[in-house]
């Protein structure tokens, strides 16, 4: 059935004029039948009596105790564009004959972030049945969390004299997770095993190292895979002497530690950079569980930072970790004003990370790209970070996330200013249906006494 949209003008509420001239025509009436008394003054009185009682009493009358339950079809997790099955079951005490009844609840997101109220609104008309079971499903879930008001519950007379209207509270909430764009895959990372695709290419390390061809190894002439080229700063008892006799160059022996590197992600939380598009953001924080799930499946430990200083651990093995870090980043917000803006931070987190770790760090630049790329010897822009991470021997990669038709020229943009540093960029478009996704209703049904069948159903969303 498609849905009916309700405008905000629609209000539901008794009509107390055309009560009042009910009474009044009753009365009246009954006047004529204590006068005249004949057939056409009972005709009428009977009538007028039995439509005062169907529309002022009965919905009073009628009307008992009521009780609902919200069961959410079982999945293993809400995620961002997925969909949701609900089922609302109204039970009443005792029936409500000649009357409509209406049932209505709102999914309210914790934040303005995860999109707008979703209002969902069915009538019927009962008979004698008391147990009602509305099924409705939502697509175009967005990342958040989201609470269900009180249950609205309305009935009344079939003439709409009388409207009552009742809240049953039915507390709940739901989760939805971070998702990335469909079918994007973040390949050839640092920190990772290379794909298929790359299987020329084979690391040194195993978290975090050099990248090398089989055609460079082999010119290395046995220099072996435990080692990487010389890097200032390295202590003289780990340089391979004897490689660099042969005439291979300073080449520094790998020790079990630096295989070990740590790999972190850090988060741009800034609403700024993203330039007010929180679907750029929910796409960034999709990404980032990507990333950890690689390292999970990978036997890797992996550390979440963000601008906010948020830390998530995510330890190797401990599946309880990564569930806790995806949940936080569920819930996961913006910030107007960060405590530290991305640069800053950037550059306090490489400054504490040890040579062989990587750092993969998302954000957007859509506002101020230049200003936050531009080279120079400050610690107010990411060139400096960039910087620092290839003297401390630190694996950057520049993950960027922008509108599909943006993302080309923004790579190359980054790409210009960051020149001189061995950081690698590379921008991630957005699609135009990922940015524009709303919750929305499929489908509705409702279904009395667990009988099938459509009833009269209207719904709307808002």
Same mark, same amino acid.
Request: some cysteine.
């Given at each position: 059935?498609?849905?009916?949209?309700?405008?905000?003008?629609?209000?539901?509420?008794?009509?107390?004029?055309?009560?009042?001239?009910?009474?009044?025509?009753?009365?009246?009436?009954?006047?004529?039948?204590?006068?005249?008394?004949?057939?056409?003054?009972?005709?009428?009185?009977?009538?007028?009596?039995?439509?005062?009682?169907?529309?002022?009493?009965?919905?009073?009358?009628?009307?008992?105790?009521?009780?609902?339950?919200?069961?959410?079809?079982?999945?293993?997790?809400?995620?961002?564009?997925?969909?949701?099955?609900?089922?609302?079951?109204?039970?009443?005490?005792?029936?409500?004959?000649?009357?409509?009844?209406?049932?209505?609840?709102?999914?309210?997101?914790?934040?303005?972030?995860?999109?707008?109220?979703?209002?969902?609104?069915?009538?019927?008309?009962?008979?004698?049945?008391?147990?009602?079971?509305?099924?409705?499903?939502?697509?175009?879930?967005?990342?958040?969390?989201?609470?269900?008001?009180?249950?609205?519950?309305?009935?009344?007379?079939?003439?709409?004299?009388?409207?009552?209207?009742?809240?049953?509270?039915?507390?709940?909430?739901?989760?939805?997770?971070?998702?990335?764009?469909?079918?994007?895959?973040?390949?050839?990372?640092?920190?990772?095993?290379?794909?298929?695709?790359?299987?020329?290419?084979?690391?040194?390390?195993?978290?975090?190292?050099?990248?090398?061809?089989?055609?460079?190894?082999?010119?290395?002439?046995?220099?072996?895979?435990?080692?990487?080229?010389?890097?200032?700063?390295?202590?003289?008892?780990?340089?391979?002497?004897?490689?660099?006799?042969?005439?291979?160059?300073?080449?520094?022996?790998?020790?079990?530690?630096?295989?070990?590197?740590?790999?972190?992600?850090?988060?741009?939380?800034?609403?700024?950079?993203?330039?007010?598009?929180?679907?750029?953001?929910?796409?960034?924080?999709?990404?980032?569980?990507?990333?950890?799930?690689?390292?999970?499946?990978?036997?890797?430990?992996?550390?979440?930072?963000?601008?906010?200083?948020?830390?998530?651990?995510?330890?190797?093995?401990?599946?309880?970790?990564?569930? &806790?870090? %995806?949940?936080?980043? !569920? @819930? #996961? $917000?913006?910030?107007?004003?960060?405590? /530290?803006? *991305?640069?800053?931070? +950037? =550059?306090?987190?490489?400054?504490?990370?040890?040579?062989?770790?990587?750092?993969?760090?998302?954000?957007?630049?859509?506002?101020?790209?230049?200003?936050?790329?531009?080279?120079?010897?400050?610690?107010?822009?990411?060139?400096?970070?960039?910087?620092?991470?290839?003297?401390?021997?630190?694996?950057?990669?520049?993950?960027?996330?922008?509108?599909?038709?943006?993302?080309?020229? &923004?790579? %190359?943009?980054?790409? !210009? @200013? #960051? $020149?001189?540093?061995?950081?690698?960029? /590379?921008? *991630?478009?957005?699609? +135009? =249906?990922?940015?524009?996704?709303?919750?929305?209703?499929?489908?509705?049904?409702?279904?009395?006494?667990?009988?099938?069948?459509?009833?009269?159903?209207?719904?709307?969303?808002?």
């Amino acid at each position: 059935m498609k849905p009916v949209e309700l405008g905000e003008g629609a209000r539901l509420r008794s009509r107390f004029v055309a009560r009042a001239l009910l009474i009044l025509l009753l009365g009246a009436s009954m006047a004529a039948l204590h006068a005249r008394g004949g057939a056409v003054e009972w005709l009428l009185a009977t009538v007028t009596a039995a439509v005062a009682f169907c529309c002022i009493l009965l919905p009073y009358m009628a009307v008992g105790k009521m009780t609902v339950e919200r069961s959410i079809a079982e999945v293993e997790r809400l995620v961002d564009g997925g969909e949701m099955q609900v089922k609302l079951t109204l039970r009443l005490s005792r029936p409500v004959p000649f009357m409509w009844l209406g049932i209505s609840e709102a999914i309210v997101p914790a934040n303005a972030q995860s999109g707008k109220i979703l209002k969902v609104q069915g009538a019927c008309l009962p008979g004698f049945k008391r147990v009602f079971h509305i099924h409705y499903s939502v697509r175009g879930l967005r990342r958040g969390e989201f609470n269900y008001s009180p249950i609205q519950v309305s009935t009344g007379d079939m003439l709409g004299l009388t409207v009552r209207k009742f809240e049953v509270a039915c507390p709940d909430s739901l989760l939805v997770h971070a998702m990335a764009p469909t079918g994007e895959a973040l390949a050839d990372l640092p920190g990772f095993r290379p794909s298929a695709n790359s299987s020329e290419r084979q690391p040194i390390a195993s978290l975090g190292g050099q990248m090398i061809t089989a055609a460079a190894r082999a010119s290395r002439g046995g220099a072996g895979p435990d080692v990487r080229s010389y890097s200032p700063g390295d202590s003289p008892r780990r340089v391979d002497w004897r490689a660099m006799a042969r005439g291979l160059g300073m080449q520094t022996r790998i020790s079990n530690a630096e295989e070990a590197g740590q790999l972190i992600v850090l988060l741009d939380t800034s609403k700024a950079a993203y330039g007010g598009d929180a679907r750029l953001f929910d796409a960034h924080v999709g990404r980032t569980v990507l990333v950890m799930r690689q390292a999970v499946r990978e036997g890797k430990s992996v550390v979440v930072l963000t601008t906010e200083e948020l830390e998530l651990v995510v330890r190797a093995g401990e599946r309880s970790t990564q569930l &806790a870090a %995806e949940e936080k980043l !569920a @819930r #996961l $917000q913006w910030e107007t004003s960060p405590r /530290k803006p *991305l640069s800053q931070r +950037l =550059s306090d987190v490489v400054a504490g990370m040890s040579r062989g770790s990587a750092l993969i760090c998302l954000t957007a630049g859509t506002k101020g790209a230049g200003a936050v790329a531009r080279e120079s010897s400050a610690s107010e822009n990411v060139f400096y970070g960039a910087k620092l991470a290839g003297v401390r021997g630190v694996k950057l990669v520049l993950l960027l996330s922008f509108a599909e038709n943006e993302a080309a020229p &923004a790579e %190359e943009n980054w790409r !210009a @200013r #960051l $020149q001189g540093t061995d950081c690698s960029v /590379k921008a *991630l478009p957005v699609p +135009l =249906s990922y940015r524009k996704q709303m919750p929305e209703m499929a489908e509705m049904s409702m279904t009395a006494n667990g009988e099938g069948g459509v009833m009269d159903v209207s719904t709307a969303n808002s």
